[in-house]
């Protein structure tokens, strides 16, 4: 289940604080890779950002 925490304003940015491979995390960027059989269709959405306990980069692929 990947729900969006809170989205807050800082510094003139917004922030999105999301769950990634099971930690609180900032998103950075979000791919979804289109099927190449079918460009209507999601093979996977990438989720990349920086965990907010560790301060280090996490990423997680989300497959139906």
């Known amino acids: 289940h990947y729900s969006v925490y809170r989205h807050i304003v800082h510094k003139e940015h917004k922030l999105c604080y ?8 900032i998103l950075q960027s979000l791919y ?3 099927s190449s059989k079918n460009p209507l269709s999601v093979e996977y959405v990438e989720l ?3 965990s907010v306990a560790t301060n280090q980069p996490v990423t997680e692929r989300v497959r139906k």
């Open 18 to 25: 999301i769950t990634i491979n099971n930690q609180q995390a």
């Open 32 to 34: 979804v890779k289109a």
């Open 48 to 50: 990349q950002g920086i």
